[in-house]
T-cell receptor
Framework: GENVEQHPSTLSVQEGDSAVIKCTYSDSASNYFPWYKQELGKGPQLIIDIRSNVGEKKDQRIAVTLNKTAKHFSLHITETQPEDSAVYFC?????????????FGPGTRLSVLP | NAGVTQTPKFQVLKTGQSMTLQCAQDMNHNSMYWYRQDPGMGLRLIYYSASEGTTDKGEVPNGYNVSRLNKREFSLRLESAAPSQTSVYFCATVPTGDTQYFGPGTRLTVL
């Protein structure tokens, strides 16, 4: 089955710097890759996603890149702000509209220092 | 429009006690899911319901049961709680696409 690894497990950056979180997956059948942000005491919220027919997607300060050959995808946050501090999760799925096939990474705790 | 709601927010149980975690959604989604979240392990699927009247096991179903009461509600029951079930539990729903919508979670401690 699918296995998703995520690095680093913790990341501290200065406000205004960029942050990069990387995930690798094992199943070449995966073709949907969402990223979730989880703030303290709350449930995960989707912040950006990418499908395998696209190499990069951007939404304001957030971008995701996908390398299907190497089986890895990354979250890039530019001009970080204190409110970006949270736990970020990646996931991989066959994109078959069946949520039970989602596999989540273990998470990265991002701290943005003022 | 509350999205996905979960009750209770916090619960402390003694080993062997039983309890039911409640989840309700007002988004008219067919699929509902129960996950547990443990430090360093991400989200693991316990049970899911692809539609009203159906339920299936996920990755870690042992020690749990579920009921899909109607399209809105999906409950998770611990019949005899164990310390290994100390975790944060999340309910999620999925519309026809892939995006998952999560509830705020229930933090459970089993002593």
């Amino acid at each position: 089955g699918e296995n998703v690894e995520q690095h680093p497990s913790t990341l501290s950056v200065q406000e205004g710097d960029s942050a990069v979180i990387k995930c690798t997956y094992s199943d070449s059948a995966s073709n949907y890759f969402p990223w979730y942000k989880q703030e303290l005491g709350k449930g995960p919220q989707l912040i950006i996603d990418i499908r395998s027919n696209v190499g990069e997607k951007k939404d304001q300060r957030i971008a995701v890149t996908l390398n299907k050959t190497a089986k890895h995808f990354s979250l890039h946050i530019t001009e970080t702000q204190p409110e970006d501090s949270a736990v970020y999760f990646c996931a991989a799925s066959p994109g078959d509209n069946y949520g039970q096939n989602f596999v989540f990474g273990p998470g990265t705790r991002l701290s943005v220092l003022p | 429009n509350a999205g996905v709601t979960q009750t209770p927010k916090f619960q402390v149980l003694k080993t062997g006690q039983s309890m039911t975690l409640q989840c309700a959604q007002d988004m008219n989604h067919n699929s509902m899911y129960w996950y547990r979240q443990d430090p360093g392990m991400g989200l693991r699927l316990i049970y899911y319901s692809a539609s009203e009247g159906t339920t299936d096991k996920g990755e870690v179903p042992n020690g749990y049961n579920v009921s899909r009461l109607n399209k809105r509600e999906f409950s998770l029951r611990l019949e005899s709680a164990a310390p290994s079930q100390t975790s944060v539990y999340f309910c999620a729903t999925v519309p026809t696409g892939d995006t998952q919508y999560f509830g705020p979670g229930t933090r459970l401690t089993v002593l």
